[in-house]
């Protein structure tokens, strides 16, 4: 099967690019076809222009294959940290040039973009895997964990992807060396458990 893994976060010595790696291997090692990409890395440009708005725009090569990739994939992962309860620029940056009409969603019959539209993607599950500096505690009482209803409601429930699981890793700032040698071990187990042996 092949498994979309997106990373959003600046620093290469991150523990979202150790999430990033063990969900890569973990994919391989049970005969996935892993799709790979570190938008900083490849320095993913975010910014939805006008002319990309229309569901029958021409698409830049990078958006256009980034879009075909999406809706061939039996299963996505996306990776990255939460800042200020949402996802770095980059990431949302992707998800407005990406998750876009007539590749993730379309609206049907007399609907004019007014209504709720019909999920096209063919993704058997998706995954996010976040890191947060906030307690979990605090995130629910406070925020209402935000990043939970941006991923599951308003974008793979939204383009029909219904399997869904989200973990944040929190508190990675404080945390030390045997505590994300145990998280690593729960990405592997969870991608494991949605993305089974071929």
């Known amino acids: 099967m092949k498994i979309l893994v997106i990373l959003g976060h600046p620093d290469k010595e991150s523990f979202n690019h150790a999430i990033a790696q063990t969900t890569a291997q973990t994919l391989q ?35 256009e294959k980034h879009c075909h990739e999406l809706t061939e994939s039996g299963g996505i992962v996306i990776i990255h940290p939460n800042w200020w309860g949402a996802p770095p620029a980059i990431i949302k940056g992707w998800i407005d040039r990406v998750i876009r009409p007539g590749a993730a969603y379309a609206f049907v019959g007399d609907d004019g973009g007014e209504g709720v539209p019909v999920g096209l993607l063919k993704a058997k599950a998706a995954l996010v895997f976040n890191t947060s500096n906030t307690a ?38 404080t945390s030390d060396e045997e505590k994300r040698f145990q998280w690593l071990d729960e990405v592997k187990q969870t991608v494991e458990k949605y993305f089974p042996q071929c």
């Open 29 to 63: 090692t049970s005969g996935h076809e892993v799709i790979f990409h570190d938008l900083y890395d490849e320095g993913f440009d975010p910014i939805l222009t006008n002319a990309e708005l229309p569901k029958d725009a021409k698409l830049d090569p990078v958006i």
């Open 136 to 173: 979990i505690e605090r995130e629910m009482l406070v925020f209402g964990d935000p990043l939970e209803t941006i991923w599951k409601n308003c974008i793979f429930g939204l383009c029909g992807v219904n399997w869904f699981y989200r973990k944040s890793f929190t508190t990675v700032v």
